[in-house]
């Protein structure tokens, strides 16, 4: 079943935000998902720590690069979607994870177009194509997009990087008080209440557009 990488050459940038939102729609929509800590800082077992997890997601924490790969074929037997968090240094563990990887996500956190991060990561997965002699798919996205400007940086974005014949994610995730929140409180936004946060429904129909542009990038859409 796909395995699905977040890569970024930068800490900070929504990675792990992006990995338990999409995580979260999966299991809200009954498939079984693993999620793979690969970070040293361990960012998702401190969030499983918090609230645990939905019965259908499962975490595994694995940050060696001598047992990452195993890891990631073991989830993949067992799970619909395995979901692999990073962390923003280039390490050996980062090269094979995205070796294994199906589809690799650059997420960048801006709503102005940061080509030379972008590319390093972009240059990683070329690097890994060669390694595993085979296309591996990957797509920019921007994380924590301002809200009101959402639609317009969409099209300037999606202009820029055609320009450079890197393929962006059709959807973005939105700055929401909601993903901040599954940090403090843990669980999935479908474990939120609308009193736990603002802005919880647009949070929520946000994440949803997400999972579905992942899935459509999974069928190859937009490559
Ligand atoms: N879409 C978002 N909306 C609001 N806050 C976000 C969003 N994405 C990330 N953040 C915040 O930005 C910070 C860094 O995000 P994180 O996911 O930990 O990045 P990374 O894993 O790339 O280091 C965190 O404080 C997180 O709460
Ligand atoms: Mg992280």
């Given amino acids: 079943m796909p395995v699905i990488s977040f890569v970024s050459s930068k800490g900070g940038v929504g990675k792990t935000t992006s990995a338990v939102v999409l995580a979260g729609e999966f299991a809200a929509a009954g498939r079984k998902v693993v999620l793979i800590d690969a970070d040293p800082n361990r960012p998702l077992e401190a969030w499983a720590r918090l609230k645990g ?132 409180l843990g669980g999935i936004l479908h474990d939120l209440e609308r009193s736990d946060v603002s802005g919880l429904e647009s949070a929520k129909e946000n994440g949803r557009e997400f999972a579905q542009a992942v899935i459509n990038a999974l069928k190859g859409e937009g490559a």
């Avoid at 595994?60 to 989830?75: Q, W």
């Fill in 53 to 184: 997890t939905p019965d259908i997601l499962r975490l595994m924490i694995d940050d060696s690069a001598e047992t990452i790969i195993d890891t990631i074929e073991d989830a993949r037997a067992n799970a619909d979607f395995v979901i692999v968090d990073l962390e923003g240094t280039a390490t050996d563990r980062i090269g094979f994870a995205i070796a294994r990887s199906d589809l690799v996500l650059i997420p960048l956190q801006s709503s102005v177009l940061d080509a030379s991060e972008a590319a390093k990561s972009v240059k990683l997965v070329h690097q890994m194509r060669k390694v595993a002699n085979r296309e591996i798919p990957y797509r920019v996205f921007f994380t924590r997009v301002p809200p009101a400007i959402r639609e317009r940086t969409a099209r300037d974005i999606d202009r820029q990087f055609s320009d450079a014949a890197i393929p962006v994610l059709p959807a973005t995730l939105i700055d929401r008080a909601a993903y901040r929140a599954l940090f403090s």
